[in-house]
């Protein structure tokens, strides 16, 4: 069983602080995804990144995939109000289905 | 190009009833995959139909089942509900490949088990 653990569970910040979110596993998957969930919505694909080592930036947001295909991790720079919502992160491999992380709450205060 | 639909968007239900909920993937998008999404439990798969075939399944009792039309429409029930299937379920769509697994999601229905 593939599993993503994402870390911190919760964030809540003052706007313009920058901020990074993790996602862990002890499984290699083919592709990483990034989703952002707002309140009464479904999740939207941020960004997928398949490569290790692959950066992908998406304005103020920098996505990173580690070398070794096992983990991510997402930085916000500057961050918005705009920018709160549940942060999830979601694996692609073996089981030719998506794993999803526990997710992050970010809240960025005005 | 419109989004993935789903209706309805909110249903309440007594436990033992069953359910049906509808989802439209967006036009040229062959599959169609559910999840619930719990707070204790997260985002958890259910079931991925392409080309009206169930493809992969997740773990979770027989009382959920699913299909999928020839339009690439597709319907997913549950039986015999119970508190505890109480959740947010979500549909996606996808062009169907397996290298990407990018997902399309729809807003949701929220099922409430009384």
């Known amino acids: 069983t593939q599993l993503l653990e994402q870390s911190p569970q919760f964030l809540s910040i003052q706007e313009g602080e920058n901020l990074t979110v993790y996602c862990n596993s002890s499984?290699?998957?083919?592709?990483l995804q990034w989703y952002r969930q707002e309140p009464g919505e479904g999740p939207v694909l941020l960004v997928t990144?398949?490569?290790?080592?692959e950066v992908k930036k998406l304005k103020r947001l920098t996505f990173q995939f580690g070398d070794a295909r096992k983990d991510s991790s997402l930085h916000i720079t500057a961050a918005q109000p705009g920018d709160t919502g549940l942060y999830l992160c979601?694996?692609?491999?073996?089981?030719?289905?998506?794993?999803f992380g526990s997710g992050t709450q970010l809240t960025v205060l005005p | 190009k419109a989004g993935v639909t789903q209706t309805p968007r909110y249903l309440i239900k007594t436990r033992g009833q069953q359910v049906t909920l509808s989802c439209s993937p967006i036009?040229?998008?062959?599959?169609v995959s559910w999840y619930q999404q719990t707070p204790g439990q997260g985002l958890q798969f259910l079931f991925e139909?392409?080309?009206?075939?169930?493809?992969n399944k997740g773990n979770f009792p027989g009382r959920f089942s699913g299909r999928q039309f020839s339009n690439s429409r597709s319907e997913m029930n549950v039986s015999t509900l119970e508190l505890g299937d109480s959740a947010l379920y979500l549909c996606?769509?996808?062009?169907?490949?397996?290298?990407?697994?990018?997902?399309?999601f729809g807003p949701g229905t929220r099922l409430t088990v009384t």
């Open positions: 996606a769509s996808s062009l169907g490949g397996w290298s990407s697994y990018e997902q399309y």
């Open positions: 990144v398949v490569t290790g080592g």
């Open positions: 036009s040229g998008h062959r599959s």
């Open positions: 979601a694996g692609g491999g073996s089981a030719r289905q998506l794993t």
């Open positions: 139909y392409f080309s009206e075939t169930q493809r």
């Open positions: 499984s290699v998957f083919s592709s």
